[in-house]
């Protein structure tokens, strides 16, 4: 999403999301005294519990690297014109391509390679599968707007339910194995991640118990790759042209739906490297409905990091800590539910996204003399 | 008798655009009156505000003698104001009925209202020869007919003045001439038609006087009786002072752009562009002459690959690029376009000018290898094309939207020129663009073509295309008119434009 403002810069990327926040958290606070519980004791926890531990921080870094991957998977369709609304069902179905490789392939690959070989290759594989899973499931949508017109924020949403629906299925029908009780694959032993106390303890290192795996580094060289790609590459150029201007791009002979299948794809890909982390470095296994909303929070990360991708590490980090001091709170204070942070990230969105303007005209007035 | 409609000193500014600049209009009771003038000059604009879509900066509207205060369509209708728009604002799933009790539906049943309009509508249709099938949906009517439905809204609410805005636009000649024939009914029945145009022969067929407006102002009047094309053609252009562009003879070579037979019909299968012939050398600039709106975006669109040709060919160096319907591959081949419309097509004001300063050669390996973007070099090559365009201010990192439309239009032109085309079509070089700009570019206009490069050119401002062209082709509704050398009589030229053919010029 391109800035439509004449503000000065720092307004229109640092003003203006600090100010959409405080206001969301102080309606948050108001959400909190209506519960009869008192704002400030609940701000210490959400904020003070996770600063101030090393597996608060831990922590923090693994909710971010999934709202990265979702956040760019949403900022590299705005940049295009587009609301890709289905990063969570984009991320869900990838969990294929992330599982299968890693069932399969590995094994196979397993009996001729040593190990140390064959974990890195396997895990290579899974990785490009997750991205290209992600992708179809994006560029379905993307064809639709491109060559039906079918609208991308309806059927994206759409798409969010068959993926669940397809998900339940291939699950328990396809990868369950026969007589296990649980709704799962069998573990994947030949792709596994290694969090960091697994890898502290390879080092005889005692670290807190904690989910954040080294995807996190593929995280920022996605955030990198996205910037490069847009604002370093000709495909990005194009991509910007037809989000920013449909007539020019025909003009300049882009073609549109081209460039919207492309993008959808890329987009689509993104979400899919969540399935990655989660199903290899998390769980472990194909399990049901491992990305708990991700791809929705990663419209509101989008939204507060002006859909550029160092804005997207921010905003990402942001989120991490909201959801990690969110289950501290809940902890802490049994009144207040985790979904409290749910609140907080639904007021961000409506501020970032619908009332995006609200603040406007009044920092246009107040900066207009700087300008 | 008073008049029907006084409009006194109406001034409306839009940001630094003046659309209308103390206009005073005055129409009589009983009357067609036809308000002319070029798209931009501030018809629409002064329409919107007598039906109180916009409220006047300045002035005062007086309907029937009385000061009226219209700020809403609503206040328009209740002084019996009715207008027929551009666009239909019709409901295409309803039926024609129900259209016409919209906004005038009179209680929370709908039922009465749909009975009284259908005998108002009955006897309507007598009085006026309106006949329309009253039950039948407006979607799946011809475009003629839902026409007249917007007319029978407007009369149905009691409208005694009825603003027509480009009524023509979107008929067939057929239907206009039915329109025309109603037209007259209405008046000869004492009601007061406006009549919105930009077509000359309209005004002559049907009006009994014309008003003619320019770049905001009301410039002429008469009574069309004691007028002809010619002059109101004259007073819609305007004389400009003529900017004489220093210039030696054309020495024509080999045939660069060769257009035969070419055909564009828009989507309701009207021809835009209508069985096109002509070509352009090297080492001249062919100008297309005529009143905006003949179809000269539309032959410009189809010659540089944007739209493609219903039929007819288009031969570029000989070869065939009648059916390439993207302008990359032309770009490729050596046609470079400066479109007409600067801030939609020809940059993207959000990006800096070097972002723009690429736009349509983004691909050029000189601005990167393969896949890479190499932003170093974009910004190098838009600093130099600043330098030697004279852009100003020469920061190639400033978004296009902060430079003036003379710079903006330099930008592009550095773009375009910068490419070394074979063939350069350039679509109003210099409108909106400060005086100092015009000169400049029209010097650069006149130095590429003594390179030897082969340029068409296509302007409203008749001005320029004298002054420029080597030879001067004159389109009107779709067609070419003629060709003319620049030394032609300034009036032979209008009358052409204003489609009036050779044998009766």
Not at chain 1, 200 to 218: D, E, M, N, W
Not at chain 1, 248 to 254: K, N
Not at chain 2, 143 to 154: C, M, T, W
Not at chain 2, 163 to 189: N, S
């Amino acid at each position: 999403m391109t800035s439509r403002s004449d503000l000065p810069r720092w307004v229109d990327i640092g003003l203006i999301p600090a100010l959409n926040l405080v206001i969301a958290f102080m309606m948050a606070a108001l959400v909190v005294l209506l519960i009869g519980e008192n704002p400030f004791k609940a701000l210490s926890i959400l904020l003070g519990q996770p600063l101030f531990s090393l597996q608060g921080w831990c922590n923090i870094l693994y909710y971010a690297t999934n709202f990265i991957f979702t956040g760019l998977c949403v900022a590299v369709a705005f940049h295009a014109g587009l609301f890709n609304i289905g990063g969570e069902g984009q991320a869900y179905v990838a969990g294929l391509g992330a599982a299968t490789p890693g069932l399969f392939v590995g094994a196979a690959l397993a009996a001729f390679l040593p190990n140390a070989l064959s974990q890195p290759l396997t895990l290579l594989i899974c990785l490009l599968c997750s991205f290209m899973i992600g992708g179809l499931w994006g560029l379905f949508p993307g064809y639709l707007q491109a060559k039906r017109g079918s609208h991308i924020v309806i059927t994206t949403i759409m798409l969010n339910f068959i993926a669940a629906s397809l998900m339940q299925y291939m699950i328990n029908r396809v990868y369950r194995p026969l007589g296990m009780q649980a709704v799962e694959s069998r573990a994947v032993n030949d792709a596994y991640i290694l969090n960091l106390r697994e890898i502290g303890r390879a080092f005889g290192a005692k670290l807190p118990s904690t989910p954040l795996t080294p995807v996190i580094f593929i995280a920022l060289i996605a955030a990198f790759a996205v910037w490069y790609l847009l604002w370093r590459s000709k495909l990005g150029y194009e991509i910007r042209t037809v989000g920013a201007n449909p007539e020019a791009a025909i003009y300049a002979g882009i073609s549109p739906p081209r460039i919207i299948m492309i993008t959808m794809m890329i987009s689509g890909g993104l979400a899919g490297l969540l399935a990655f982390h989660e199903v290899l470095g998390t769980q472990h296994r194909l399990v049901l409905e491992y990305v708990q909303g991700a791809g929705f929070v990663g419209i509101a990360v989008a939204l507060m990091g002006r859909s550029h991708p160092f804005g997207i590490v921010l905003a990402a980090l942001l989120f991490g800590l909201l959801t990690e001091g969110g289950t501290q709170l809940s902890f802490e204070i049994q009144s207040i539910s985790k979904d409290l942070i749910v609140v907080i990230q639904g007021l961000v969105v409506l501020f970032m996204g619908a009332l995006e303007q609200a603040f406007h005209p009044w920092l246009q007035r107040y900066f207009r003399q700087e300008g | 008798m008073t008049p029907a409609i006084e409009l006194i000193n109406i001034d409306k500014r839009f940001g630094a655009v003046h659309a209308n600049n103390n206009v005073s209009l005055s129409i009589a009771a009983g009357s067609i009156h036809g308000i002319i003038g070029e798209n931009g000059a501030g018809k629409s604009t002064l329409m919107s505000i007598l039906f109180g879509f916009y409220r006047a900066d300045k002035g005062e509207i007086k309907v029937r003698g009385q000061v009226a205060h219209i700020r809403s369509s609503t206040d328009a209708i209740a002084v019996g104001i009715g207008m027929v728009h551009q666009h239909f604002m019709l409901v295409e799933p309803f039926t024609v009925l129900e259209n016409i009790i919209l906004g005038a539906e009179g209680g929370r049943l709908i039922g009465p209202a749909l009975d009284k309009a259908r005998a108002a509508l009955k006897k309507l249709a007598q009085e006026y020869q309106l006949d329309v099938d009253p039950d039948a949906i407006v979607g799946e009517l011809p475009v003629g007919l839902q026409q007249r439905v917007e007319i029978l809204k407007a009369l149905y609410k009691g409208a005694d003045v009825l603003i027509l805005d480009e009524p023509t636009g979107v008929l067939t000649p057929d239907e206009a001439d039915h329109l025309f024939r109603i037209l007259k009914q209405l008046r000869d029945q004492g009601k007061t038609v406006l009549l919105i145009t930009h077509k000359l022969r309209e005004i002559m067929a049907i009006t009994d006087r014309v008003s003619v407006m320019r770049r905001g102002e009301m410039v002429a009047d008469f009574e069309t009786a004691k007028t002809n094309v010619g002059e109101l053609a004259e007073a819609m252009v305007g004389r400009r002072v003529l900017l004489r562009v220093e210039k030696t003879k054309a020495t024509p070579g080999e045939v660069v752009l060769d257009v035969r037979g070419l055909t564009w019909r828009d989507k309701k299968n009207i021809p835009r562009v209508d069985d096109v012939s002509f070509t352009v050398r090297k080492g001249e600039i062919v100008g297309i002459a005529g009143v905006s709106g003949n179809g000269q975006s539309e032959l410009l669109d189809v010659i540089t690959g944007i739209a493609r040709a219903t039929s007819g060919q288009v031969l570029f160096k000989g070869e065939d690029v009648g059916a390439i319907d993207s302008a990359a591959i032309l770009r490729a081949k050596g046609m470079a376009h400066v479109p007409e419309d600067r801030q939609h097509r020809g940059l993207i004001t959000s990006f800096s000018a070097a972002e723009s300063a690429i736009l349509g050669y983004q691909r050029n390996d000189k601005l990167g290898k393969g896949f890479r973007l190499n932003y170093d070099a974009v910004v190098n090559q838009t600093r130099k094309q600043m330098e030697e365009f004279d852009v100003r201010p020469a920061d190639p990192l400033l978004k296009s939207a902060k430079f003036s439309g003379g710079n903006q239009q330099k930008i592009i032109l550095a773009r375009e020129i910068g490419s070394n085309p074979d063939l350069l079509i350039v679509g109003q070089p210099t409108r909106g663009v400060d005086i100092g700009a015009i000169e400049f570019i029209h010097r650069r206009l006149i130095e590429l073509r003594d390179q030897g490069k082969a340029i068409l050119l296509v302007s409203v401002e008749l001005d320029e295309i004298r002054s420029l062209s080597d030879r001067i082709l004159v389109m009107f509704a779709g067609r070419m008119m003629g060709e003319r050398p620049p030394s032609a009589d300034e009036r032979e030229i209008g009358l052409l434009m204003a489609g009036v053919a050779r044998e009766a010029a």
